[in-house]
């Protein structure tokens, strides 16, 4: 459950972030569950772990 609540909770707003800055504000329109898929949350997640990775990824290589 822990595992669940991380990906779809801390991972959800970076990946929202990006995609608002990739569409520029665009998409995704509503965050409300009634008006959003799930699956819109578990892909903005998925983006948001990309997002979080390539960033890390990004500071180790300035880092070095």
């Known amino acids: 459950m822990l595992k669940q609540l ?8 970076p990946g929202w972030l990006v995609v608002k800055m990739i569409t ?8 409300h569950p009634a008006k ?5 949350y578990e892909l903005l997640s998925f ?14 290589c300035l880092w070095l």
Not at 6 to 13: A, H, I, P
Not at 24 to 31: A, K, M
Not at 47 to 60: E, H, P, S, Y
Request: glycine content about 8%; charged content about 10%; hydrophobic content about 70%.
């Open 6 to 13: 991380v990906f779809s909770f801390v991972f959800f707003w």
């Open 24 to 31: 520029f504000g665009r998409y995704p329109r509503s965050i």
């Open 36 to 40: 959003a898929d799930w699956l819109d």
């Open 47 to 60: 983006i948001g772990v990309i997002a979080v990775a390539g960033a890390i990824f990004l500071v180790a």
